[in-house]
């Protein structure tokens, strides 16, 4: 039962920080059909401004996560106007935005090494201590990890579904045509989405780098396992992202308890490729999209 609750309870913590990374690359994939490969520099970017508030700022932790989420919407709106409102009427957007953002996440990558070196350091964004549950000590910095994704997760869902921000992002990914017709802003769509996933991505970079550690291309591992879930839920879809990507949690703390840490990652990735062989589109995804 220890085992059991133990795996339980590290693989709800994973597989929330992958939740919360996983919104961002789902939403704006759902919103304008772009994958956002410069995500990992928007992770690291928000686990940077969480050290700074609190080491150089001297900032109180409950500062931390809004400042963060504040920076990586900066970031996000600086990505649309700068490079991503150029490129999306032309043609092969789809393509020609993932080698470009590529090329972002290393420049963020590459900007940070020079600014704060190469040392890994650690996160101060924690709280100390835990509690026990049978023999299995539960740190609190665990329930706060839940936490955080719970929020965002609701508060994702709220915005998209509820509010006019949503309805606007949601009609632009339906159809940009008849939004454009109906008088909807495209662009100031677009800016939203990018705004809204960069913050999304900033404060998962503060989650992540608490339980792990902070160095320039902290964002790389989760970026990758992001885009893992949400080519097994099906691109786009962001409540089949969230679910696989709880599920995942579990399989990859389960996988290393049983066989050993590194192999976790490869049966992911064993995994991806038997669903794919098994559903194309991803467990939620749809046999046919078509973006216009």
Partial sequence: MDTFLQITISGLTVGAMYAVGTLALSLLWGSMGMLNMAHGGFIAIGGYTGYWVMTVLGGHWLFVLPIAGLAGMLAGYALYHLVVRWMYEREDFSV??????????????????????PS?????????SG????DVVVPYQTLLTLAVALVMMVLVSWTVNRTKVGYVIRAVSQNKDAALLMGINVQLAFTQALVLAGGIAAISGVMVTSMTQLFPAVGYDTTIKSFIICIIA?????????TMAFVLGMFEITVQYVFGQRYGFPAMLGLVVLVLIWRPHGVFGKATVNRV
Avoid: D, H
């Fill in 96 to 117: 020609n935005i993932i080698i470009v953002t590529v090329a972002i996440a290393s420049l963020v990558e590459n900007s940070l090494l020079n600014i704060a070196g």
């Fill in 120 to 128: 890994a350091m650690r996160q101060p964004f924690k709280i100390p």
């Fill in 131 to 134: 509690f026990k549950i049978s």
């Fill in 234 to 242: 099906g691109l786009g879809n962001i409540p089949g992202a969230l």
